[in-house]
Structure formats: C-alpha cells, structure tokens
C-alpha cells in the first residue's frame, strides 16, 4: 500500500511539473496582452481554468501511477513515453500562447498534444481502464480549449 502511494504521489507531483514549468518560462503570464484579444462567445472566465486544471493534473497523475503499477514491457514503456510527450506539450503551450504571444504556434502545439492524448489515453486503455477513463475529460478539455485557441487567433490574426 505504502508503494502504491508513493508512486501516485510521485506521478502526481510529475503531472503538476507541467504547469510549474509552463509557468516559469513564462513570468508575465496572461497580461494586458490577453485582455485586449478579441474573445469568442464561448471563452470561460478567467477563474474556471485554474480548477478545471487542477482536477484534470491530478487525474492525469493517478492514471500514469496506475499504468505503472499494472503495466510491463514494452506497452508500459509506449504508455508512460507518450505520457510524457503530451506532458511536455502541455507545459509549451502556456510559454507560446502568453510568453510569445504567439497564439498561431500556440495551435499548432494544443493540436500535437490533443493527438497525444488520443495516444496516451490509448495505450492506457489495454494497461488499465480506469487510467484511460481519468485521461479522457482530459482530453475533452483539451478539445474545447484548442476551439478556443483556434477562435482567438482567428479572431486577432494579423489582416494584410
């Protein structure tokens, strides 16, 4: 049990790396850039996606723990180094979007990690169930926000 735990812990404390990261190469955060982009309708406010995030790292973290603690061989080492991808594609988006204000190169990048976690939550699904099933509001998150990453360059694309 106590192994069991720590493993979740130590995946957990991985999945929240991301944002951590995220957030260190890119001090100055959303900004007065932000505030001035056109918005579609759709767009949450502001306080939904720290919550919303929070819940869907730490699921992210629980399903990694319990594909390691149920996987072997090679579909383990497929499920946990796509895990990783989508991770580290996770932790580029927020530097593209808000530190580079660069909300095309943003899309391409939420558009890669959408496919990984298609990926991941495929190679979960043989290995545990459960894990593919805490990856998929994931997935669905990262689905409505890579419509909102796609609505806000639209909108704010330069005319020449």
């Known amino acids: 049990m106590f ?11 991985l999945s929240f790396a991301a944002p951590a990261l995220s957030a ?9 850039w932000y505030r001035t982009l056109n918005k579609p309708w759709f767009n949450p406010p502001d306080w939904i996606f720290g919550p919303v995030w929070t819940l869907l790292y730490l699921a992210m973290g629980i399903a990694a723990a319990l594909v ?20 580290v594609l996770n932790a580029l988006w927020t530097p593209l979007f808000f530190g580079m204000q660069q909300p095309g190169l943003a899309l ?25 099933a805490l990856f998929f509001p994931y997935w669905l998150w990262v689905s409505f ?14 005319q020449s």
């Open 24 to 32: 260190i190469l890119s001090i100055s955060g959303p900004g007065d």
């Open 3 to 13: 192994r069991q735990l720590v493993s979740i812990f130590g995946f957990v404390v």
């Open 108 to 132: 391409i990048d939420i558009l890669a990690l959408w496919l990984a976690i298609a990926a991941t939550t495929l190679a979960f699904l043989p290995i545990s169930r459960l894990a593919a």
């Open 145 to 158: 926000a890579s419509m909102l990453n796609a609505a806000i360059w639209w909108m704010n694309r330069v």
């Open 68 to 87: 390691w603690r149920k996987g072997a061989g090679p579909a383990l080492a497929v499920a946990l180094g796509l895990f990783l991808l989508q991770l």
